[in-house]
T-cell receptor
């Protein structure tokens, strides 16, 4: 039973346009959400996070939106650059002190020049 | 952020053998984590390793199959025992991040079992 779902295995956008990556979750105990970026042959790299007390967090070109009622979050990349081409993983952590992260299967983003 | 290295980066092994994966961090950390990413799947936590105590395994993972050592605050090993083709995965170690509630990951070990 997947608690964190990324329903789009892949996404292709043009350079300069907006990339929107989506993530849904089922566990209402999740209170902290993270996005990781992974290049081939490298480990995942932390990108941005959001606490459940917020609905938006912004860091440069990256913005994460959280809709708790819909159990949905999204990562917006504006403007998209070819170097953003990677696999993006959504992850969540449940309240209660556990360090365990639950990951989605990832979305492969391709930004075309 | 912490610099994490893993050895080996990749290996091809025969069924029934064991492989030990090493994870080295450039700073002292309390908690280290071992994940598995099977082909086309998400990262799944195998166990949490704290220095000086037994590793805590997630449901579906057992110590006999994935023994873990944590001899000090900068090093850990994961052994994949009695391997079968189903163990073919990328194995990653991670550590707690300086940013609260984040984790930093090593580059991973790509294991293929024939």
């Amino acid at each position: 039973d997947q608690q964190v779902k990324q329903n789009s295995p892949s996404l292709s956008v043009q350079e300069g346009r907006i990339s929107i990556l989506n993530c849904d979750y089922t566990n209402s105990m999740f209170d902290y959400f993270l996005w990781y970026k992974k290049y081939p042959a490298e480990g995942p790299t932390f990108l941005i996070s959001i606490s459940s007390i917020k609905d938006k967090n912004e860091d440069g070109r990256f913005t994460v939106f959280l809709n708790k009622s819909a159990k949905h979050l999204s990562l917006h990349i504006v403007p998209s650059q070819p170097g953003d081409s990677a696999v993006y993983f959504c992850a969540a952590r449940a309240q209660g002190g556990s360090e365990k992260l639950v990951f989605g299967k990832g979305t492969k983003l391709t930004v075309n020049p | 952020s912490a610099v994490i290295s893993q050895k080996p980066s990749r290996d091809i092994c025969q069924r029934g053998t064991s492989l030990t994966i090493q994870c080295q961090v450039d700073s002292q950390v309390t908690m280290m984590f071992w994940y598995r990413q099977q082909p086309g799947q998400s990262l799944t936590l195998i166990a949490t390793a704290n220095q000086g105590s037994e590793a805590t395994y997630e449901s579906g993972f057992v110590i006999d199959k994935f023994p873990i050592s944590r001899p000090n605050l900068t090093f850990s090993t994961l052994t994949v025992s009695n391997m079968s083709p189903e163990d073919s995965s990328i194995y990653l170690c991670s550590v707690e991040g300086l940013i609260l509630d984040t984790q930093y990951f090593g580059p991973g070990t790509r294991l293929t079992v024939l």
